[in-house]
């Protein structure tokens, strides 16, 4: 089936009152018990639930496999196409049936979920967007970062680390970011740490900015990594950093130091790698 295909009307007669909803759910940094009341509630009576790996084992192991699809990555370690996930939503919701499609975070920060409503909107599907908790802010908060500080950071810039390939260039001026002054944030940004690090140093930020790694936050097993600018890339290796995991540069990365020995978040499985 073509992208004009998933797009066209139905032609078998029926109406816009037989089509299902697409409800557009982001399911937090990974925690159950951050999941908002909505999306809980969503994920439990819908029909089908399309999910990446992003929502973590917690949330995935409480629905059901009968009516989870798995829309990132497949067998033989290849990503799910966006162009097939958009087409299967269409599917779904001209079946019928009340479909969720489950992000980490929010759907509309990193999370392709913009480019699901246009898609939605084009079809003539009913859908609805239910906002999460974004990773970008909870990932540095319960390893106990604030994004801003009145006393460090009076601006927070999110970036993600990992562009469409198909662009020619990045579109994002890190040059910009090291003169700004404030907290940089970069989700998705493990595998080319030593490439930005690299550019915000040649933009002039200094090689002791502080930098922390949050790897699978809220998670049962969290870690957490901090350096410079300078180290942080030996210290990624280390510590054998993966995905998913968040990059907070900036001087509220070292606030984590003066907090750490009283927080309770250390204690649930997260500490430092």
Request: proline share 7%.
């Amino acid at each position: 089936m073509s992208e004009g295909d998933a797009a066209a009307p139905p032609s078998d007669g029926r109406t816009d009152d037989d089509l299902g909803t697409v409800y557009l759910v982001g399911s937090g940094p990974g925690d159950p018990d951050l999941l908002t009341v909505k999306a809980a509630d969503l994920i439990e009576s819908a029909d089908v639930v399309l999910h990446d790996k992003l929502p973590g084992p917690e949330i995935l192991g409480r629905i059901p496999e009968a009516k989870r699809e798995d829309v990132g990555k497949r067998a033989g370690g290849e990503w799910t196409p966006q162009e097939y996930t958009n087409r299967r939503l269409v599917e779904l919701a001209r079946e019928g049936k009340s479909v969720v499609r489950l992000k980490g975070g929010d759907p509309f920060v990193f999370g392709r979920g913009g480019e699901e409503a246009e898609h939605l909107a084009e079809a003539g599907i009913p859908f609805e967007v239910v906002p999460g908790v974004t990773s970008a802010i909870a990932g540095p908060a319960v390893a106990g970062i604030p994004v801003t500080h009145r006393d460090h950071a009076s601006s927070v810039s999110f970036v993600t680390g990992h562009e469409d390939p198909t662009k020619e260039e990045s579109a994002v001026d890190w040059e910009a970011l090291a003169a700004t002054g404030g907290t940089v944030v970069v989700l998705m940004g493990v595998g080319k740490l030593p490439a930005y690090t690299a550019e915000l140093r040649d933009a002039g930020l200094g090689g002791d900015t502080p930098v922390a790694l949050v790897e699978r936050a809220t998670w049962a097993d969290m870690r957490v990594a901090t350096g410079t600018l300078d180290t942080i890339v030996e210290v990624r290796d280390e510590a054998g950093i993966e995905p998913p995991a968040i990059t907070v540069i900036g001087d509220v990365a070292a606030t984590r130091d003066r907090v750490v020995e009283f927080l309770r978040n250390e204690g649930e499985g997260g500490g430092d790698a």
